[in-house]
């Protein structure tokens, strides 16, 4: 008999007589079932209908894979039953109010990084459990710091759950022979520096001065100002990242930059950055926009986007700097990309 313990043990110990958290539990419980599900269509792909083609546009424009639309109804079935107050999925224009006396309320993004599923790559959910405050439609009109719980789902080679209750970071992996989650790493902690950047190298021109000095500092490696050679790795899929940070550390980068619609950033701060940033911090590392602290941001709308850079805190720290004090990004002259380089900027 397996000794691992499963989630459905780790999260035994919450709740007890206290409402809200045993309220918390049972989302839990509910979303990782999803997940299950979720990782069977996942794996199976073409041969449960999944094709990755496109389905239409969610309200807010972006392109609905079939994938999508399967995941947010199985959450959404999922946790239907459960005491919860409101709902809100990044597929859908608006708050779902189920009971708002309920304790808690629920955001999540059904499929994370659906882009990847018709190539066979990393895709994945994520979810933030929230108090509920007095007027429930007020549920995401709070700073990210107010979360009860986040996680994400990654379904790759292994599918994994990755859970904050607050107190530290698990990793829990699929037993798909037992069809239950169990835990594989417990108090997850990110190194606190780490030579691993991932950004979308494409949009260069198109970033703002401190990130760009910031990456040209990095692929100067030993020759730069960090002393360090670093690696560069982009998988498209924030849940992947996310998953490699925590593991080995380093940093994401998805800045805001120059682009019509890409000026505040577009990952959406509720069912993304949120989350994340939680993640992320209770593992020891940093989460910002360059210039603000994610957890410290109270969403202005549902859908809101927002720049994040979250990754291993002496890295994020470095390039806060250079988001505040701008001479520091003056400082760098990379070779590969400054004027007297290769490329012309």
Known sequence: MSQELTL??????????????????????????????????????????????????????DVQKDLDVRADQIIREALGALPIAVLASEEMADLEILNP????????????????????M???????????PSDASAAFV????????????????????????????????????ERVFKLTGSTVQ??????????????????DLPVRAYIDECLMGADGMGGKDFNM??????VAEAFRILIRGGIFLYPGD??????????????EAHPMAFIIEQAGGGATTGRQRVLDLVPRTLHQRVPLIMGSIKNVQRLEHMHTAPDVALETNAPLFGHRGLFRV
């Open 101 to 120: 006396a309920a304790p808690i309320s629920v955001a999540f993004d059904p499929l994370d990084g659906s882009s990847n599923i018709n190539t066979n």
């Open 190 to 207: 990110i190194p606190p520096n780490a030579t691993e950047f991932a950004i979308n190298a494409s949009n260069r021109r198109h970033w």
């Open 233 to 238: 790795r982009w998988i498209g899929s924030l």
């Open 8 to 61: 459905q043990q780790r999260m035994d110990g919450e709740g007890g007589s206290d409402p809200l958290r045993r309220a918390v539990k049972e989302a839990v419980a509910a979303l990782a079932q999803a997940a299950i599900d979720i990782s069977d269509l996942t794996c199976r792909g073409a041969l449960a209908g999944i094709t990755g083609k496109a389905q239409g546009r969610n309200t807010d424009g």
């Open 122 to 132: 990393s895709v994945g959910t994520i979810f933030s459990i929230m108090p509920t």
């Open 258 to 271: 120059a682009r019509d619609g890409y000026e505040e950033g577009r990952l959406r701060l509720v069912y």
């Open 142 to 177: 709070q700073p990210g710091s107010a979360q009860l719980a986040a996680g994400f789902v990654v379904y790759g080679p292994q599918t994994s759950l990755v859970l904050t209750l607050g107190q530290g970071v698990d990793i829990f992996t699929l037993d798909r022979v």
